[in-house]
Structures are given as structure tokens and as C-alpha cells.
């Protein structure tokens, strides 16, 4: 195995996916979001809230569009880049990526008629309604595709003999024992980052003095949705650590730093590692197992108990750690937004905390990205857990790294002109002037 191309494949592949994350997540969050302010604007009878999912939904778009671009390219290079993963997967898993599809096409259609009926309902319900489907086409293709990654971890619906599948069960390959907290955590945290995003940008444009109550209705429900989401999101990945203890102990032992199996293990944030011995840590006692089992004295399976060449990279650790500073912090600053609105604290609206929530936006972002590190990184060495290595399924063919060149700067391109087409799209359309001809009876 020419271990040049199993790198750049690797490579190649992580950039893709690492691209294509924030848009897929943009694209399972934003429906939500606009269901419920144009839900919001309809119970209250509030222009505001109405405008947001206007704005939001037309912002949605680009994302859609370039989300579009990237997923493809992943289907593609899963095809190129390992196609004896492919031959042997996708006898198996081929169903909810069909169904993945069928999703998105349900979520396209009436987004483009939800779009383009604007103000021609006579009842604002009606048209309210229409993204019902959107929201739950874009969550199921998320789900869809999380099914395939919950595959990946947790293999089952087929016998493998002799090198041939028998016994092939499509339905049973999907619903895998990491289906439900892969799923859960995808969603939740898809939800939890874009209402931070959100909300970042309404608190960017108070600081920037447009002290417009659009902006501060935004800024108070996307904290209100970030704070459930966020709690959400820990409930799950309380779940994920019960489930790695279990069934992938290798994985959670190394982004633990756990090396040798324990009563009482501790939870270990941060530090360096010096050989086995860690230093500089935090360590707080016990938590480990409870993580593991709900009991602090349970019994955790240490890494050393697992050969080598079947161990994750430690690495792991310092996504994890990031992923869950992050994940406190989101809790923490909605929580002290919320609870200090209700108490009438005037220091949530200062500038300093509103920086804070600005910056909670790209923080959310960095922490999906940790998290999609953690769980890929963390199934090494293996591409099809416990049955086919990485190196097994990567091509055999030279010039990747020129493929990785290539991508990299088209998906730079990509960014740069989405962030340019969103900046004018609202730059142009300003809230007032978007209420003035609403008010005006302009459409």
C-alpha cells in the first residue's frame, strides 16, 4: 500500500469534510431558527420577527447553494478516493444516502415555493407552514448521512465469509448502536450553533450602533434557543461517553488520556503528556467513570489494554477539550444572558459581554469542528471499525496531493465569495429600510 496516497486521501478527505461541516450545519440549523421566529412574528403579530425569517431565509440560500457543492464533492471523492471501502460499504449502507437525496429534494422544493410566495397568502399561516418541510428535510438529510458515519463506528446487517457479504440486511446496517447518540449530537449541536451564530450577529450590529429593536429581539431569542439547545447538546454527549465506554473503550480512553484500566478514574482536561505520565492537567476525581457508567467508582478500560496499532491518536484529547470548553462556555453565556434579562442586570447589555456573545459565534463553529475531529480521529486506524483499516480503504492511484491543491483553493474561492455575496446582500437591504417599504406596503 503506497502509504503517500493513503495520506493525501486522508488529507484530502478531512478538508472536504472539515469545508462542507460548516455548511451542512448552517443548512440543518437555519430552517429551524426560521420556523420559529416567523412562528414568533405570527402569535404576536410582530413585523420584526417575520422580517428575521425573511432575512434569514434569503442569507439561507448561499449556504444551500455552496452546502450543495461540497456534499457532492464528497460523494465523489468517497468514490476516487476509497473505493474498496465503497465496493464493500455500499452493498450495505447504500439506502439513507438514496434516502439523503430524497431529503434534500424534499427540502429544495418547498423552499423555493416558500421563497417565492412571499405576501401572496392571504393568511400568514399558510405560508408559515411551508417550512415545516424545510425544517425536517434539511434535519433528515442530516440524519440520513449521520446514519452512514453510525456505520462506519458501530458495523452490523451483513456477515462477512471468506471475503464475501452474505446475509446483507440494509435496515438493520442503519440502525446501529451509535445511531442514536451520533444523531442526537449532530442535530442538537447543529440547532445549538447556529442560534449562537445568530446571535452573534445581532450582537456585531448593537455594537456597531445600530441600536435597532430588530436586532435586540434577535440577540434575546437566539440566546433564549442557545441556552435550551446547548443544555441539549450536553445531555447527548453524556449519552456519546456511556456509549464509547461500551462499545469503542479505545476511543474514549485516548481522548482521556486514560492508560490504565481503573476504579475511580478521573476526568483529565488539558495538559501535556510526558510518556504516559501527564502534567499540567486539570483533574477532576472520579468523573471519568461516572461519564462512563453513572457510577464513580465504575471501572474504566485503559488504552494499554488495546494493541498499538489499534490505538486512536492522542491527539484526540485536545479536540475534546476543546470541544467541551467551548460547549460550557455556549451554557454559561446564554444562561447569564437569560437569567439576566429576567433580573434586569444592565452588565449583559454591556459592550464587553456583547463582544463576548460575538465571539460565541465563531467559538460554536471551532467546536463542531473539534467534534467532527474527535469522532474521525478517534475511529482510527479504522475506516469500517473492527473490519476494514484506513489503509485498506484509500486508492492506490498517485497525484492526490495536486487533487489537494486544487480543492483547497477552489474551496478558499468558495468561502471568500459567500461571505462577499452575504455581506452585500445585507448590506444593500439594511432592517429599516426592509421595514420602511413594508410599512410602506412595498413588498
Not at 461500551?246 to 476504579?263: S, V
Not at 478517534?378 to 473492527?386: A, H, K, N
Not at 486508492?395 to 455575496?421: C, H, K, N, Q, R
Request: no cysteine.
Amino acid at each position: 500500500m503506497d502509504q503517500s496516497a493513503v495520506f493525501w486521501s486522508r488529507a484530502l478527505t478531512e478538508l472536504t469534510l472539515s469545508f462542507h461541516i460548516l455548511f451542512a450545519t448552517l443548512g440543518v440549523g437555519v430552517p429551524l431558527m426560521i420556523l420559529i421566529a416567523q412562528y414568533v412574528g405570527y402569535k404576536k403579530n410582530d413585523a420584526h420577527y417575520t422580517l428575521m425569517a425573511r432575512r434569514w431565509a434569503r442569507g439561507f440560500t448561499i449556504t444551500v447553494a455552496v452546502g450543495v457543492v461540497t456534499g457532492t464533492v464528497i460523494g465523489l471523492q468517497l468514490s476516487l478516493l476509497w473505493p474498496q471501502f465503497m465496493e464493500l460499504a455500499g452493498q450495505i449502507i447504500a439506502l439513507p444516502l438514496f434516502m439523503e437525496t430524497f431529503a434534500f429534494f424534499f427540502e429544495a422544493i418547498f423552499l423555493g415555493i416558500y421563497l417565492y410566495t412571499w405576501d401572496r397568502f392571504q393568511n400568514p399561516k399558510h405560508h408559515m407552514l411551508l417550512l415545516i418541510p424545510v425544517a425536517i428535510g434539511a434535519s433528515m438529510s442530516a440524519v440520513f448521512i449521520t446514519i452512514v458515519n453510525a456505520f462506519m463506528n458501530a458495523p452490523r446487517g451483513f456477515d462477512l465469509v471468506g471475503g464475501e457479504l452474505i446475509n446483507i440486511q440494509p435496515i438493520l446496517a442503519m440502525f446501529t448502536p451509535a445511531m442514536p447518540t451520533k444523531i442526537g449530537h449532530v442535530l442538537t449541536s447543529s440547532y445549538m450553533t447556529v442560534a449562537f451564530i445568530l446571535a452573534a450577529i445581532a450582537a456585531y450590529r448593537l455594537l456597531r450602533g445600530e441600536d435597532h429593536v430588530y436586532h435586540k429581539k434577535a440577540l434575546s431569542l437566539m440566546m433564549k434557543l442557545g441556552i435550551i439547545f446547548s443544555l441539549a447538546t450536553a445531555l447527548v454527549g453524556d449519552f456519546s461517553a456511556k456509549y464509547l465506554a461500551e462499545y469503542q473503550p479505545e476511543k474514549l480512553a485516548a481522548a482521556e488520556w486514560h492508560f490504565e484500566t481503573e476504579a475511580g478514574a478521573d476526568l483529565i482536561f488539558f495538559g501535556v503528556l510526558d510518556g504516559e505520565e501527564v502534567k499540567y492537567e486539570i483533574r477532576i476525581p472520579k468523573v471519568l467513570s461516572f461519564l462512563a457508567s453513572n457510577d464513580f467508582n465504575a471501572e474504566v478500560t485503559g488504552l494499554n489494554e488495546f494493541s498499538e496499532d489499534e490505538q486512536p491518536p492522542l491527539i484526540t484529547h485536545y479536540f475534546f477539550d476543546v470541544m467541551v470548553s467551548i460547549g460550557v462556555l455556549m451554557i454559561f453565556v446564554s444562561f447569564a444572558f437569560v437569567f439576566g434579562k429576567w433580573r434586569n442586570w444592565q452588565w449583559i447589555h454591556s459592550r464587553p459581554f456583547r463582544w463576548f456573545i460575538v465571539l460565541s459565534g465563531p467559538l460554536s463553529l471551532v467546536a463542531i469542528e473539534a467534534g467532527w475531529w474527535l469522532a474521525e480521529l478517534g475511529r482510527q486506524p479504522w475506516i469500517l471499525y473492527g473490519i476494514m483499516r484506513t489503509a485498506d480503504g484509500a486508492t492506490t492511484a498517485t497525484g492526490v496531493e495536486w487533487l489537494f491543491i486544487a480543492f483547497a483553493i477552489v474551496y478558499f474561492i468558495l468561502a471568500i465569495g459567500s461571505i462577499v455575496v452575504l455581506r452585500r446582500m445585507f448590506k444593500h437591504n439594511p432592517v429599516e429600510k426592509e421595514l420602511a417599504m413594508r410599512e410602506g406596503g412595498g413588498v
